[in-house]
């Protein structure tokens, strides 16, 4: 069926390097999609958003790559802090049943642990 | 602060309890929604409610009744629950409904759910 998933569960980064995680979708459809940040103990976080008419978008310290060529999507996080340990999640925005109703579809995360 | 208050945080409740999930928010958003999020697996959207509406009900399990008596404020009423329930209930709420704009959801912190 159609699917949002990450290619791997964990990550490991150094401090300072750059961290690259990968997300694939399934549902050309899909118009827009966010990265969200998930604290331990805590609600997922909105870090990022980027639209099909779009390739990439950068933020403060993040890059989003988009290719609906091969669907996929990417957050990359310069200069990786300890404070960017978290689970990150890809989700893609599709139309629900509902009247004018959209539902957010989620990954099942990438874990980001940052070596000190 | 989240703009988004669950209470309780924790809940331990056997399978013959009826207990009920609060959340409300403070962000004068319009849409408001359910997740759960169990270890290993996607986050799942629950329920969608629009404007005190309920525009999505993602096949859940009749255990399971949300009430939303107002934009502000959204329940979710348990009862004859299974142990395979328990976990991570996340509520959230957005400007309208999820992507008519952004799909920006902003989350609380979750009620973790332990079902004995």
């Known amino acids: 069926g159609e699917s949002v998933g990450l290619h791997l569960p964990t990550l490991s980064v150094q401090e300072g390097d750059n961290s690259i995680i990968n997300c694939a979708y399934s549902?050309?459809?899909?118009?827009?999609f966010i990265w969200y940040k998930q604290e331990s103990g805590k609600g997922p976080q909105f870090i990022i958003d980027i639209r099909s008419n779009m390739d990439k978008r950068q933020g403060q310290r993040v890059t989003v790559l988009l290719n609906k060529t091969v669907k996929h999507l990417s957050l990359q996080i310069a200069a990786t802090q300890p404070g960017d340990s978290a689970v990150y999640f890809c989700?893609?925005?599709?139309?629900?049943?509902?009247?004018?109703?959209?539902?957010?579809?989620f990954g099942k995360g990438t874990k980001l642990s940052v070596i000190p | 602060e989240t703009g988004v208050t669950q209470t309780p945080r924790h809940l331990v409740m056997g399978m013959t309890n009826k207990k009920s999930l609060k959340c409300e928010q403070h962000?004068?958003?319009?849409?408001m929604y359910w997740y759960k999020q169990s270890a290993k697996k996607p986050l799942e959207l629950m329920f969608v409610?629009?404007?005190?509406?309920?525009?999505e009900n993602n096949s859940v399990p009749s255990r399971f009744s949300p009430e939303c008596p107002n934009s502000s404020h959204l329940f979710l009423h348990l009862h004859t629950l299974q142990p395979e329930d328990s976990a991570l209930y996340l509520c959230?709420?957005?400007?309208?409904?999820?992507?008519?704009?952004?799909?920006?959801?902003?989350f609380g912190e979750g009620s973790r759910l332990t079902v004995l």
């Open positions: 962000l004068g958003h319009n849409a």
């Open positions: 989700a893609e925005n599709r139309r629900g049943s509902g009247a004018g109703s959209y539902q957010l579809t």
């Open positions: 549902n050309s459809a899909s118009d827009y």
């Open positions: 409610y629009n404007f005190k509406e309920q525009t």
């Open positions: 959230a709420s957005s400007q309208g409904p999820s992507g008519a704009n952004t799909g920006e959801l902003f």
